[in-house]
């Protein structure tokens, strides 16, 4: 199997290369706004959006946002494989786009897929301009590996829905103007039938947004509380009754992000702290594994986009390469923390801190988008054929 780029692809990759190499605010610099991010909330998180929104309508103006968007849509009308290399360089370079990935990696091709016309005219463009964040309001406290259990109720009240519920662990739904919504619309029907997906404006009365502080110490995700909250008829996204469907698209998505690209410290960062705390061990057989296990999300990624490229399905390729990059990441950090002994567990305003804020962050990746557990039960039935045991 050939994994390597097509011509094509390999002008493509050399563009994206050289444009981000001129224009990406380069990783500790004054303008690096991924930094103010996973700090805590307040000053650091505006400056974050700030940036953030500044650097989404940079890309849009360059051509890279929407790659493979209609063009009618502010789209570029190109290939998903281009969507695939323009995040594996800008991830390569250390920017974070996080504060966008909800609604423009994950809600817009939802929306693209599912939606009307006359939404996708409205709230496409403005999402890729980076002019409107986006949060996804679906799991509830009983309702996160079982998503299809959801308990909010969406009741028909004449041009109306009237929602009541609570979500959990709203990503940016603090700073978001839109959520794609998943509510209970037949309490009648078999619990993955009777469910519809909403686009509802958080400014809408009734909804209460109460950010909640994880162990990192930022507040990047949310309870939302909905009391009676009215949202008209034109907000129903897909057909009612058929949101579970419209999900599907999104999570399929947000596995291929999370699992995507390489996050976490690098193995450069990892190979200078090893080359300063010379406590006597020797782990270069650590380091050598955690090298090696770059090299395979290097070839995981060449793998997901030769699939993209061939029209094909990426459902076995990301879970894989979401359980592997979530057990990397917790390796990588483990090692660094070992190589700094007793100082990395101190927070103190130096690089341990750094490196503390890693490990208290790494296990994030293996819950989020679907636990490893998840990953694999999706691993079994749907790409092995393993029947699913009776209850
Ligand atoms: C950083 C972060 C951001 C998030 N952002 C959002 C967001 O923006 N919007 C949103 O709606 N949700 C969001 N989530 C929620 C996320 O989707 C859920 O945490 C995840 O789906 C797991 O659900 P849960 O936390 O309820 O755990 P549970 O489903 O209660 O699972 C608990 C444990 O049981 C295991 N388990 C459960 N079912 C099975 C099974 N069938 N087979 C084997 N093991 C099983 C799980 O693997 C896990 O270890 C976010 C989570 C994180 C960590």
């Known amino acids: 199997m050939n994994?390597?780029?097509t011509?094509?692809?390999?002008?493509?990759?050399?563009?994206?290369?050289?444009?981000?190499?001129?224009?990406?605010?380069?990783k500790g610099s004054p303008d690096d706004f991924s930094q103010g991010y996973g700090v805590g909330d307040g000053p650091d998180e505006e400056l974050f959006l700030e940036r953030s929104r500044a650097w989404q309508a940079k890309v849009e103006a360059a051509g890279f946002a929407g790659l493979s968007w209609p063009k009618e849509y502010g789209g570029q009308g190109g290939s998903q494989s281009k969507e695939y290399i323009y995040a594996q360089e800008q991830s390569r370079l250390g920017v974070t786009t996080e504060a966008f990935d909800v609604g423009v990696r994950m809600i817009g091709p939802t929306i693209i897929e599912h939606a009307r016309d006359d939404q996708k005219a409205a709230l496409l463009p403005p999402m890729l301009r980076g002019e409107e964040i986006w949060c996804q309001l679906y799991s509830e406290p009983l309702s996160g590996s079982d998503l299809a259990s959801v308990r909010t109720t969406a009741i028909r009240d004449g041009n109306d829905w009237v929602v009541n519920g609570q979500k959990v662990w709203t990503s940016g739904a603090h700073y978001s103007k839109w959520a794609m919504l998943l509510a209970r619309t037949d309490p009648a029907a078999a619990k993955h039938k009777g469910l519809t997906c909403f686009i509802v404006d958080l400014e809408t009365a009734g909804f209460d947004i109460r950010p909640l502080r994880q162990m990192t110490g930022a507040r990047h995700f949310n309870e939302v509380f909905m009391d009676d909250v009215r949202i008209p008829a034109s907000a129903e996204f897909g057909a009612v009754n058929d949101g579970w469907h419209v999900v599907l698209t999104t999570l399929r998505h947000e596995r291929s992000i999370i699992g995507g690209g390489h996050h976490g410290p690098?193995?450069?960062?990892l190979a200078a702290l090893a080359a300063r705390s010379g406590d006597g061990s020797d782990r270069s057989r650590d380091l050598v594994d955690v090298h090696i296990g770059d090299r395979l999300l290097d070839l995981l990624d060449m793998r997901v986009q030769s699939t993209l490229s061939h029209g094909r399905d990426t459902t076995m390729e990301?879970?894989?390469k979401k359980i592997f990059h979530g057990r990397h990441i917790s390796r990588t950090v483990r090692l660094g923390l070992d190589l700094q002994g007793a100082a990395g567990m101190v927070t103190d305003g130096t690089e341990g801190d750094h490196w503390a804020h890693e490990a208290l962050n790494a296990p994030m990746y293996?819950?989020?988008?679907g636990t490893d557990e998840i990953q694999r039960n999706i691993l079994a039935g749907r790409v092995l054929g393993v029947p699913e045991r009776k209850k």
């Open 3 to 5: 994994l390597a780029d």
């Open 7 to 26: 011509p094509d692809e390999a002008a493509f990759r050399a563009e994206v290369r050289a444009w981000l190499v001129a224009n990406a605010p380069p």
């Open 266 to 269: 690098t193995f450069a960062e």
């Open 318 to 320: 990301s879970s894989v």
């Open 366 to 369: 293996r819950i989020a988008g």
